[in-house]
């Protein structure tokens, strides 16, 4: 069984950057798929990005497409999320996610309810 512990989260002004970490226990990072979703106060959970088992591909929600970055390092064990260009509508807490039932090294996975190991969330707030 995996374990997912998330960290960097924080305030920051409009326009800066900030890298969220997953650090991952229990199984290694080719193993499972990694994930990162978000959730604002009064909405529901929503899909941010996400990488394939084989790490050769990511995808992201078309609200943070050419802002934010899915990577991993593989020698520890851990999945990063950088955040540039941020906005106050990208504030939420922030969840790092696995699915380790995987098929297919290069399929992405979208849908909160695929994944089946959580962290327990980072705050990200972006002040105006």
């Known amino acids: 069984q995996v374990q997912l512990v998330e960290s960097g989260g924080g305030l920051v002004q409009a326009g800066g950057s900030l890298r969220l970490s997953c650090a991952a226990s229990?199984?290694?990072?080719?193993?499972?798929?990694p994930g990162w979703f978000r959730q604002a106060p009064g909405k529901e959970r929503e899909f941010v990005a996400g990488?394939?088992?084989?790490?050769?591909?990511?995808d992201y929600a078309d609200s943070v497409k050419g802002r934010f970055t899915i990577s991993r390092d593989n020698a520890k064990n851990t999945v990063y999320l950088q955040m540039n260009s941020l906005k106050p509508e990208d504030t939420a807490v922030y969840y790092c996610?696995?699915?380790?039932?995987?098929?297919?090294?290069?399929?992405?996975?979208?849908?909160?309810?695929?994944?089946?190991?959580w962290g327990q969330g980072t705050q990200v707030t972006v002040s105006s």
């Open positions: 229990g199984r290694t990072l080719s193993s499972f798929c």
């Open positions: 990488m394939s088992r084989s790490g050769g591909r990511g």
């Open positions: 996610a696995g699915k380790t039932t995987v098929f297919s090294p290069s399929r992405v996975y979208y849908n909160a309810n695929e994944y089946d190991t």
